[in-house]
């Protein structure tokens, strides 16, 4: 076997060790997360929390799959066309701690947009939404979330992300 085919099925098995690791969202497991699309054929971008948490008085990066992340640049989801986003959905495992609250902000390219949850100081773990503010995107602009922890303990743990993206 030659040098280049070896490199070659080496790259095909990374590539298929990648995409084992990923999970896939269904309709019917955002509708287990208490929301309802209005049609089958919407765009989500989601990602998972890992129920990681952000330490106390500090700020971190959701994307895709890691968990939170210290650097925006190292998890945002590259937008595929020009979209607008809404209807944020972001669950929580444990309760916020009553000395602050937990915000979260989608961000494009490391720029906040307006699209924010506040999660209260001393809430219960649960299910929180922004379903009234927007934000466009151009295509290949990184999405991510970004929570800012503004209790004196680490915050809330976080369980998983969804975003709508219609295409512009």
Known sequence: MSERIAKEIAAIKAALAKLAKMEFTTIASLTA?????????????????????????????????????SAEVDTGIPAPYAMTLKNLLIRTRS????????????????????IVITVSAGA?????????????????????????????????QTASWSIEADAQ
Not at 95 to 114: K, M, R, S
Not at 132 to 156: F, I, P
């Open 124 to 156: 219960s773990a649960g299910l929180v939404s922004n379903t009234a503010n927007t934000a466009s995107v151009s295509a290949l602009q990184r999405v991510a979330v970004k929570a800012v922890n503004n209790a004196s303990s680490d915050g809330a």
């Open 33 to 69: 997360l208490g929301y309802a699309p209005q049609r089958a054929d919407k765009t989500v971008l989601y990602g998972s929390g890992a129920s990681g948490q952000v330490a106390a008085g500090g700020t971190a990066y959701l994307g895709a799959r890691e968990g939170f992340i």
């Open 95 to 114: 309760a916020q701690p009553a000395t602050g609250t937990l915000v979260f902000t989608v961000t494009a390219n490391g720029v906040d947009t307006g």
